[in-house]
């Protein structure tokens, strides 16, 4: 069973920085794109970034400049670090991969637990 593990939320203050990980535990074979999605209340789930197996990284616009994203292959982590945080920022933040458990399976997608993210004085 794959389960995708995130730390790293909190309470911050409007121009402070955190940084979200996440880790994939259990039977990974192949990890294909790593993202980070966020939920605020009332509103849909939005992409906030994503990278693939190969380094590639696209991020919404909102968050361009001052989020970044990344990822360590061998050990099928990813990371989002956040500086000069807004209260807009402010979400649940949730991690997502595509994944295969077997070497005959294709890619499946996994969703961690979510993450609170408040920005606030």
């Known amino acids: 069973q794959v389960q995708l593990l995130e730390s790293g939320g909190g309470l911050v203050q409007p121009g402070g920085s955190l940084r979200l990980s996440c880790a994939a535990s259990?039977?990974?074979?192949?990890?294909?794109?790593m993202a980070w999605y966020r939920q605020a209340p009332g509103q849909e789930r939005e992409l906030v970034a994503s990278?693939?197996?190969?380094?590639?990284?696209n991020y919404a616009d909102s968050v361009k400049g001052r989020f970044t994203i990344s990822r360590d292959n061998a050990k099928s982590t990813v990371k989002l670090q956040m500086n000069t945080l807004k209260p807009e920022d402010t979400a649940v933040y949730y991690c997502?991969?595509?994944?295969?458990?077997?070497?005959?399976?294709?890619?499946?997608?996994?969703w961690g637990q979510g993450t609170q993210v408040t920005v606030s004085s």
């Open positions: 259990g039977r990974v074979f192949r990890v294909n794109v």
């Open positions: 990278i693939t197996s190969g380094g590639i990284t």
């Open positions: 997502n991969a595509d994944l295969s458990t077997r070497w005959n399976e294709g890619l499946s997608s996994y």
